[in-house]
């Protein structure tokens, strides 16, 4: 039958999988399928995570505030294989009952905290350590509306876009039309905001640009679903600016290094537990010729 013909049955059933990739973890039911207890390492801060975009925007963070100097935001990267389904293991459901990366463990205090949703990650974050969130009401609330702004726009990106233009088990047209129109219609509505602004809130380099790099920045990197011609991504020149401008930042080049599985060899660092991880990792590959 193709897309044409499809009716929708008056009640929809989960009687087969969707097909596609990540169809053998997609399912229309929360909770855990089987027991597993977290790691804990020596640090304030637990990260169980992935370097997707959702993922690098919380490393990033975390390594933009050691590099101030915050000693109590050293913290353990434990990977999540999502692929594999780990999400679903009983002490990842414990810390966050949707299923997704990334999620935090704040061991500092009396008792654990846990927090999930990147985008409350990064609030959290800011908020603890007094960084990356302006404190003057209407600075705060620029900072605060874009990085929602980020985390209200992005499924239209990844689950939409991405999922039909690269992942779905068939191309249909008029969905991939659909989303490359909000897609390119979002990075219109960036451009124009960083035409006027260094930032993405202003001035000033703030969790909203964290929130929105891994995304839009990695998107007109060419980084995500190899779609930067199909998008014409190249005529967004004030997001490539910024972009490039974040990109250089040494602690975004670390961040974007944790938990990541993908991609080049020198680019991965599959967990962190200790800063000078970064530098006995580039040994390794050193010594191994690589």
Not at 108 to 129: C, D, H, M, N, T
Not at 151 to 176: D, R
Request: glycine letters at 10%.
């Amino acid at each position: 039958m193709s897309t044409d013909d499809y009716l929708p049955p008056k009640v929809w059933t989960w009687d087969k999988e969707s097909g596609g990739r990540f169809a053998n973890i997609n399912r229309p039911i929360s909770g855990a399928t089987h027991d597993k207890e977290l790691p804990v390492g020596a640090h304030p801060l637990q990260l169980y995570s992935l370097a997707t975009p959702n993922g690098v925007k919380v490393t990033v963070m975390l390594e933009e505030l050691l590099a101030l100097g915050h000693s109590g935001a050293e913290y353990d990267a434990w990977l999540i294989r999502i692929g594999d389904g780990e999400q679903f293991g009983s002490g990842f459901v414990g810390v966050n009952p949707n299923s997704k990366i990334p999620a935090l463990l704040d061991r500092s205090g009396p008792k654990p905290i846990r927090v999930f949703e990147s985008g409350a990650i990064l609030q959290y974050l800011a908020e603890k350590f007094g960084a990356f969130l302006p404190t003057e009401a209407s600075a705060r609330a620029e900072c605060l509306s874009w990085l929602f702004w980020q985390m209200g726009s992005a499924p239209y990106l990844g689950g939409g876009f991405g999922h039909f233009y690269a992942y779905a088990p068939s191309k249909i047209e008029y969905a991939i039309n659909r989303f490359a129109m909000e897609v390119k219609r979002q990075l219109d509505v960036l451009d124009k905001q960083l035409a006027a602004n260094e930032y993405i809130a202003g001035s000033e380099y703030t969790i909203a640009d964290m929130a929105i790099w891994p995304w839009y920045g990695g998107l007109v990197k060419g980084w995500l679903y190899e779609s930067a011609e199909f998008l014409s991504v190249q005529e967004y020149q004030h997001v490539q600016r910024w972009a490039n401008l974040i990109g250089e930042r040494p602690a975004v080049k670390r961040g974007r290094k944790v938990n990541r599985v993908f991609g080049e060899l020198s680019d991965q660092l599959h967990e962190r537990h200790d800063a000078a991880d970064f530098e006995t990792r580039t040994q390794d590959k050193l010594a191994a010729g690589k």
